[in-house]
């Protein structure tokens, strides 16, 4: 297929035109309010920063990537939506395991790079359960099981993390249900994932920059 074919891949979509998807487009702001937020939190708190600075950016990012998807939706607006999420996704596991856990620089990497290559695996074993979604279960688990180690020495951020666990679990499942529910609800519910994965964003932004505040 050619980057410039159209995709028709989630309920709310009719036709092939901009504005198809209007509520999944629309909904993309909640990034945007997330990264707002977020930096105003970083500046208040971490100025100097940097690393979570680039975090915030790529949180702007991913809503940019995916308002393009859910608008122009053709091949190669897939890859404006999902890079920026895989880099965060990557980057995050990197600075948490560091600044979070303490571990040596070398570990860290070792962890992210062997997430990176087994994290595609999984999903394609969970991808008949679980369709699209399943490639972002790796994710969730790594939440829950970096938050476990957290607990262990600073309760409030390790239940933080577990609370944006559980939310992002529940976000997953609208993603999840777009389509099996399409026919009783034309609206679909992806633009839940997305309101609700800005609220996820931010939570994590907001455990690192409360961490680093101290």
Known sequence: MALTDPMDIYCERIGP????EPINAVTNAAFFLAAGAAFLLWQRNTPRDWPVLFLIGVVMAIGTGSFL?????????VYTDTIPITVF??????????????LHWVICFAVVIG???????AGQVWAPYFGGSAAYIPAALAIFVIGGFVFQSDRRL????FIIGILFIVSLTFRTLDEPLCSQWALGTHFLWHILNGVVLFGLLRVLIWHRAG
């Open 17 to 20: 035109e901009f504005w198809s």
């Open 69 to 77: 998807f859910h608008t122009v939706a053709t091949r190669w607006a």
């Open 89 to 102: 996704i990557h980057v995050y596991m990197l600075l948490a395991l560091r600044r979070l856990l303490q």
């Open 115 to 121: 997430f990176f290559m087994l994290a595609p695996v």
């Open 158 to 161: 390790g239940a933080q993390l």
